[in-house]
């Protein structure tokens, strides 16, 4: 196994482990162990547990970020039918997962945030480049007079993330689909209404 591969590796096994565990809760030997690797293998790829954390919210990011633009920029879907489709995809894959771990990146916003701010600027560049898609979506949604002008998209696609980051939170306490369920509905029968029965 090459280099580059090897380090993928390391990433991605201890990806899942934070995953599942929280940054914090996942000891530098158990992701020695799920990897397969000697401690010294480990520091010739990174420098400590805070650098390779940081790569793993990147391996995050480089996952989540290309999956939300493909089908929120996809201009041969009206705006609101994107957006639709986004959450619909998030919740099969979060069903996928038997509803457990929630979302990486708003796992580690909790936890992080106020701990580490080197992680918190990285995990905040993840976020606003999440909520620039949705303002991007959202935007092009009231161009087309799906949605009322008096509609600020910034505004609303920031809302719509907080708010369904918190329903992934109940997701996990509840160990259920309904909180995520129920934020797409009340997302389109309330702030999107007007451009849902329009699409």
């Not at 599942?20 to 992701?31: A, D, F, P, R, V």
């Not at 650098?51 to 290309?66: E, H, K, M, N, T």
């Not at 092009?140 to 696609?157: N, S, T």
């Amino acid at each position: 196994m090459g280099k580059t591969s090897t380090k993928e590796a390391i990433i991605k096994k201890g990806a899942r482990l934070i995953h599942e565990k929280g940054y914090n809760n996942t000891g530098l030997q158990e992701i020695l162990g799920a990897a397969g690797i000697p401690k010294g293998s480990f520091y010739f790829y990174f420098k400590n547990k805070e650098d390779f954390g940081l790569q793993v919210i990147d391996s995050y990011a480089a996952f989540i970020l290309p999956m939300a633009e493909e089908i929120l920029c996809d201009t041969t879907l009206p705006p609101l039918t994107r957006l639709e489709r986004f959450f619909d995809y998030q919740v099969q894959h979060f069903e996928s997962m038997q509803l457990c771990y929630g979302c990486p990146i708003g796992n580690l916003m909790q936890e992080m945030s106020d701990l580490n701010e080197t992680f918190r600027e990285k995990i905040g560049s993840i976020y606003d480049a999440l909520c620039s898609l949705l303002h991007r979506c959202i935007l092009e949604a009231r161009q087309a007079g799906a949605l009322p002008e008096g509609v600020d998209a910034r505004e609303a696609a920031e809302y719509i993330f907080d708010s369904w980051e918190g329903a992934v939170m109940h997701m996990k306490l509840a160990k259920s689909a309904r909180p995520l369920v129920t934020f797409k509905k009340m997302l389109f029968a309330t702030l999107l209404k007007q451009g849902h029965e329009q699409a």
